[in-house]
T-cell receptor, first 113, second 111 residues
Framework: DAGVTQSPTHLIKTRGQQVTLRCSPK?????VSWYQQALGQGPQFIFQ???????QRGNFPDRFSGHQFPNYSSELNVNALLLGDSALYLC????????????FGPGTRLTVT | QKEVEQNSGPLSVPEGAIASLNCTYS??????FFWYRQYSGKSPELIMS????GDKEDGRFTAQLNKASQYVSLLIRDSQPSDSATYLC???????????FGRGTSLIVHP
């Protein structure tokens, strides 16, 4: 049973550039959430996708956008990168209606220089 | 503002001892509670979920929930050096699909 997968593993970008991160949910899961985790902090919720629509959004600017595809996979896009966007980006998948248990992928380490 | 509070630690225990990790939450509407383990440089791994008051045991792990006092705890029996990690507590309210995470408690199990 494949778990949550994310790509790429690591990424280095320059300020002002744009980046796209990808996530495939665990088999049987229909909901994808994205989190940003800075060093020494807990994961901060960016947004959640269900049925190809953004269902909830955290306190992140519009530079952060996403998409969910019919196969439940998802993308996170960040425009106009800032140094402060450097973090571990986590994708978590879950099944809506089943206790909110979320399973995380390995993450993408983004470094903005 | 929904908050989940954890002591950042580090909590240091000897091998074989019981490690006790605690967490408090502010949202009285919280109904789902989770403990994640996160090794340095890795992503969080779900180790326990608890939804009802009382204790829930899974192997060496026991989660305890007290909704009246708004706290959740995780006990790790017979602690091993491989348990050394950061433990994240999270809670979700009944009307939300999104857990709120604490900052985590660093646990060090020394031989």
């Amino acid at each position: 049973d494949a778990g949550v997968t994310q790509s790429p593993t690591h990424l280095i970008k320059t300020r002002g550039q744009q980046v796209t991160l990808r996530c495939s949910p665990k088999s049987g899961h229909d909901t994808v959430s994205w989190y940003q985790q800075a060093l020494g902090q807990g994961p901060q919720f960016i947004f959640q996708y269900y049925e190809e629509e953004e269902r909830q959004r955290g306190n992140f600017p519009d530079r952060f956008s996403g998409h969910q595809f019919p196969n439940y996979s998802s993308e996170l896009n960040v425009n106009a990168l800032l140094l402060g966007d450097s973090a571990l980006y986590l994708c978590a998948s879950s099944v809506t209606g089943f206790g909110n248990e979320q399973y995380f992928g390995p993450g993408t380490r983004l470094t903005v220089t | 503002q929904k908050e989940v509070e954890q002591n950042s630690g580090p909590l240091s225990v000897p091998e074989g001892a019981i490690a006790s990790l605690n967490c408090t939450y502010s949202d009285r509407g919280s109904q789902s509670f989770f403990w994640y383990r996160q090794y340095s440089g890795k992503s969080p791994e779900l180790i326990m979920s608890i939804y009802s008051n009382g204790d829930k045991e899974d192997g060496r792990f026991t989660a305890q929930l007290n909704k009246a006092s708004q706290y959740v705890s995780l006990l790790i029996r017979d602690s091993q050096p491989s348990d050394s990690a950061t433990y994240l507590c999270a809670s979700a309210s009944g009307g939300s699909y999104i857990p709120t995470f604490g900052r985590g408690t660093s646990l060090i199990v020394h031989p």
